[in-house]
């Protein structure tokens, strides 16, 4: 055959679209890689590090392990696997044993191998613990949250023993250490790259040094993060997926495409809409977890502007049209928090009594004087759940003479008024990783004024029966505070709660082995195709 | 020549610390507080406070403004918060990504904007012309990202023609090592047809979204420039001499058109750089547009000043070879200067 100009071009031009001997090409390796379309993918590779976003849990999960990991447990609706706060099994370590007064733990480690070839210590665990508890930003504050706060809770008792030594009983101490910070790092390798930081802050950044299931044979920010299997890992049962390739794809429609068109295994963070679109249609799976400890809620301010009278905040209460948010925001993919009982249960997030009843809410406002003028908040980033929220209780509160204004602000932006805590009204949605009541509430409604404590709620007796739950070693008291104070926060409303959210991910019917994680980023650890 | 480059080089430096100095200023009076928003989810105030000292951004703006510019003219454009890497490092990745984009895009528009320009000039008044409103007037009222959408829905996902949207390459191929940035002269210097064949397949799309979008001014432009050289002087003295009309238009018409289009694709260029965040976001191009906007909404100062500096230098730099091609097309401009 003679090549014309006239052939050349029409080769040329059909090339692009001559797919189907290529894919034959690449199917081996196709099925033993994952891909993964998200949103936007890790700014740094050390979960540790001050300013981490959010994939960078993902990043923790699978490349580096920890002492604990949480036990899986079925879904109740199938599609995988959840799990449940109180369940732990040893990730590093191989035993672990409380001592008889409560008051410390020793853990005996497993024999395995960082990537480097080096032999995992009790001095790497030791290290890494320190460096949680003193680095400072959220890896130390996550730590404090279960009563972890000094590097001298950690002691190495011989090579492969540590014990960590507690300032208090406190339930919270272990399960947190299975959480995505306290992951253990290859001491030696870190400390000998780190320079003049004695916490190797920058090289962590940009490498990994672990023993986790996965290493990452490339990572370009903004674009993607490609991931191998460490062939091995002795901490758990060998992956069966021995590379991931994460994109991040911002358009969620381009998202969407790809998980329908079977070119994409697994899509995370699409809009409600969309989930609910593709779990009816059938052709991928949709495995829908209510978010543990989640829940989108109004946050009234109690110090500043009207709501600080408690009958406008129960008004509020009484007139949100629940059953129409759920349906309009989160197009279903989430559970109602209206018409609860009278007498709470031992759980959070879990309905209020309140329903809606807009006589009952505009005999409130009355008695409080009439209606008024105000503003409603929110993140512009949740704007696709939030915006029809805030739409919808802008229309019930007028017809109770309230009068509200939407003010949608930027990420950064948002992040600095809710600090002010001036807001009268903010719409935000909030999900501690652990899953207890008091913890919930010691965020978003404790003394402690932390900068989700959005209603800038405060009230002593609440704060005792947190405290109360937070460290009684007795079932009896803690379900009895528990109750106590969710009948308190039921009367006086801070934050009307509207729906617990699910966290959605669709993918493909031939993976299998989903694992849900507090932290909400995938777990490659399970994950099997075909 | 070498003179004139000279003297506008001297006259751009003024406009560049003005820049320097205007997007520090705004980038600080922005609402945002990135030390907030970088703390992360249940950050304490202490959190926040050490990330503001680390970031230094509990100085007096004057201080912070003196360690930026030192920092500059180092050739240091500071840390990116949002991609967590130096901003030079993330610039010179994303920069060829969407000038490979856009000159597709560019030279796409032009292949059709071009002669549809000169015709409907020529044949004013009869279909052609027509058209050449039709296409103008559609381009440029459809959205670039309807646009987008609408050519991955259908060739894509209906009609499965096209590439996944994926970015610049396949998640199967395998990346050529980067010596110009442009993935296409990569592919073909590390001789790899495949590779190029993967790029190129993943290039079509984003660059008809765009070259949609920018037929446009440029169509018009060809139009009613040409439309002007018509009725010139010299082009009836040139038909009175008995040339073909091919000649006439060709040679004479045409060349003398080219001025004020070439100004014309000079600014299209220039604006589609920057501009075409949402074709970005749609295709998931990993450039410099999109990432300029996530920055913008993190109130990540670095890359944001970054970006506004390179545009600037780059809208500088294009001025500049335009000057000289105008010099090329129209000798009369040469003397001038």
Not at chain 1, 369 to 374: I, L, V
Not at chain 2, 112 to 119: K, S
Not at chain 2, 254 to 283: D, W, Y
């Amino acid at each position: 055959m003679t090549i014309t100009r006239r052939t050349a071009i029409a080769a040329g031009l059909s090339l692009p679209f001559a797919r189907g001997g290529a894919a034959q090409a690449q199917a081996p390796s196709r099925s033993e890689t994952l891909l993964l379309v998200q949103e936007y993918g890790p700014n740094s590779l050390d979960m540790q590090g001050i300013g981490s976003s959010q994939p960078v849990n993902g990043v923790a999960l699978n490349c580096y392990d920890r002492l604990l990991r949480f036990k899986p447990v079925p879904i109740p609706g199938g599609g995988g696997n959840t799990i449940a706060m109180g369940e732990l099994e040893g990730e590093l370590a191989e035993s672990w044993q409380l001592a008889p007064d409560g008051m410390s733990c020793t853990f005996k480690l497993r024999d395995a191998t960082f990537h480097s070839g080096r032999k995992v210590t009790a001095k790497d665990v030791k290290w890494s613990l320190d460096r949680a508890v003193s680095i400072g930003g959220f890896a130390t504050t996550q730590m404090n949250a279960g009563s972890l706060e000094k590097p001298e809770q950690f002691v190495v008792v011989d090579d492969k023993t540590l014990r960590i030594d507690f300032i208090r009983k406190d339930k919270m101490t272990l399960p947190n250490l299975a959480v995505t910070i306290p992951f253990v790092f290859d001491s030696e390798l870190a400390i000998k790259n780190g320079g003049d930081d004695p916490w190797a802050k920058d090289y962590l950044k940009n490498n990994i040094a672990g023993s986790g299931a996965y290493k990452v044979e490339s990572w370009k920010p903004g674009v993607e993060t490609i991931y191998v299997r460490n062939d091995a890992w002795t901490c758990g049962k060998l992956p069966s997926l021995r590379r991931i390739i994460a994109r991040d794809i911002a358009s969620p429609s381009t998202r969407r495409a790809l998980i329908e068109r079977g070119d994409a295994d697994i899509s995370y963070g699409l809009p409600p809409k969309d989930f609910k679109d593709l779990a009816d249609a059938g052709k991928v799976n949709v495995v829908g977890v209510p978010i543990p400890n989640g829940v989108w809620g109004c946050y009234l301010n109690t110090q500043v502007g009207p709501f600080k009278d408690v009958r406008l905040r129960q008004a509020v209460a009484w007139v949100m049209p629940y059953e129409k948010m759920l349906q309009a925001s989160l197009f279903g993919r989430g559970v109602d928090m209206s018409g609860g009982p009278e007498t709470p249960k031992v759980a959070w997030p879990q309905p209020f009594p309140y329903k809606t009843d807009v006589a009952k809410a505009k005999a409130l406002v009355d008695a409080a004087g009439g209606g008024f003028s105000t503003t409603l908040l929110f993140d512009a980033g949740n704007a696709t759940v939030a915006e029809p929220m805030s739409v919808l209780i802008k229309e019930a509160l007028a017809t109770i003479g309230i009068n509200v204004e939407i003010s949608k602000v930027p990420g950064a932006n948002f992040r600095g008024e809710i600090q002010k805590k001036t807001n009268p009204m903010v719409l935000n949605r909030f999900a501690g990783w652990l899953d207890y009541p008091d913890y919930y509430l010691f965020w978003t409604m404790h003394g402690n004024n932390s900068i989700f404590n959005i209603a800038a709620y405060q009230n002593p007796a609440l704060d005792k029966l947190v405290d109360e739950a937070r460290f009684t070693a007795d079932k009896a008291t803690y379900d009895k505070s528990v109750v106590e104070f969710i009948k308190l926060v039921n009367v006086e409303v801070p934050m009307v709660p509207i729906a617990q959210p699910t966290h959605d991910v669709a993918m493909q019917k031939s993976i299998g082995g989903y694992q849900f994680q507090p932290c909400r980023e995938p777990d490659f650890r399970y994950l099997t195709k075909g | 020549m070498l003179k004139m480059i000279g003297q506008r080089l001297m006259t751009t430096i003024p406009s560049i610390i003005g820049v320097i100095i205007v997007t520090f200023l705004l980038t600080r009076v922005l609402p945002g507080d990135t030390a907030a928003y970088f703390a992360g989810p249940a950050a304490s105030p202490q959190a926040i406070a050490e990330i503001r000292g680390k970031l230094g951004l509990d100085q007096p703006l004057p201080v912070q403004f003196v360690s930026y510019v030192t920092a500059l003219l180092k050739g240091d454009l500071g840390q990116s918060l949002t991609t967590g890497q130096p901003v030079t490092r993330d610039i010179a990745a994303r920069l060829p990504a969407s000038a490979e984009l856009t000159l597709a895009g560019l030279i796409l528009a032009m292949a059709v904007a071009l002669p549809l320009g000169v015709l409907a000039a020529v044949k004013q008044g009869s279909w052609i012309d027509h058209l050449c409103r039709i296409v103008a007037t559609a381009g440029v009222s459809l959205p670039v990202f309807f646009t987008g959408l609408l050519l991955v829905y259908v060739f894509y996902f209906l009609l499965g023609w096209s590439p996944a949207p994926l970015g610049r390459l396949d998640v199967f191929a395998s990346e050529p090592p980067g010596v110009t940035g442009f993935l296409l002269i990569d592919m073909l210097l590390a001789r790899d047809l495949e590779g190029f064949r993967a790029a190129f397949s993943q290039l079509i799309l984003p660059a008809v979204t765009l070259a949609i979008f920018s037929l446009a001014p440029i169509t018009r432009m060809t139009r009613a420039s040409m439309l002007a050289v018509l009725g010139a002087d010299f082009v009836r003295t040139a038909r009175a001499s008995g040339l073909t009309n091919g000649k006439v238009i060709g040679t004479y018409a045409f060349r003398n058109a080219m001025l004020p289009v070439v100004t014309t694709l000079g600014m299209v260029f220039s604006f589609l750089l920057g501009a075409n965040v949402l074709v970005e976001k749609v295709f998931a191009w990993p450039g410099i547009g999109s990432y300029a906007v996530e920055a913008l909404i993190a109130s990540d100062y670095a890359p944001i000043q970054g970006f506004v500096l390179t545009m600037a230098v780059m809208y500088v730099a294009l001025n500049l070879m335009i000057d000289v091609l105008y010099g090329v097309i129209d000798p009369r401009v040469r003397l001038e200067g």
